[in-house]
């Protein structure tokens, strides 16, 4: 069973920044495409961001380019999400989810995700 775990969530002012990671418990994790995704309350579960395995192939939500970055380190069977520029609607619980090994990386759908960590959150006061 893959375990994931977010750590990095807390309370900024908005135009500060945080820096997320997701440690997998399983050395399998490099040869997966890796997400995120955020759920604020009352609304449904958004992706954010994915990666794929090696690191080199990046893809973004729409409300986030240019403000987020994911990356990896294979080594230490983690993924990151750096968050710049953070605004209030930013505020969410924040996932990060293991990409099922079906179809291209490249997917926002949440049913392509087949482990999930238990979410950190992510608050940003105005």
């Known amino acids: 069973q893959v375990q994931l775990v977010e750590s990095g969530g807390g309370l900024v002012q908005a135009g500060g920044s945080l820096r997320l990671s997701c440690t997998a418990s399983?050395?399998?994790?490099?040869?997966?495409?890796m997400g995120w995704f955020r759920q604020a309350p009352g609304k449904e579960r958004e992706f954010v961001a994915v990666i794929n395995w090696s690191g080199d192939s990046t893809n973004y939500a729409d409300s986030v380019k240019g403000r987020f970055t994911i990356s990896r380190s294979n080594a230490k069977n983690t993924v990151y999400l750096q968050m710049n520029s953070l605004k209030p609607e930013d505020t969410a619980v924040y996932y990060c989810?293991?990409?099922?090994?079906?179809?291209?990386?490249?997917?926002?759908?949440?049913?392509?995700?087949?482990?999930w960590g238990q979410g950190t959150q992510v608050t940003v006061s105005s």
């Open positions: 989810a293991r990409r099922s090994p079906v179809g291209y990386y490249r997917s926002s759908d949440a049913t392509d995700y087949d482990y």
């Open positions: 399983e050395r399998t994790f490099v040869a997966y495409a």
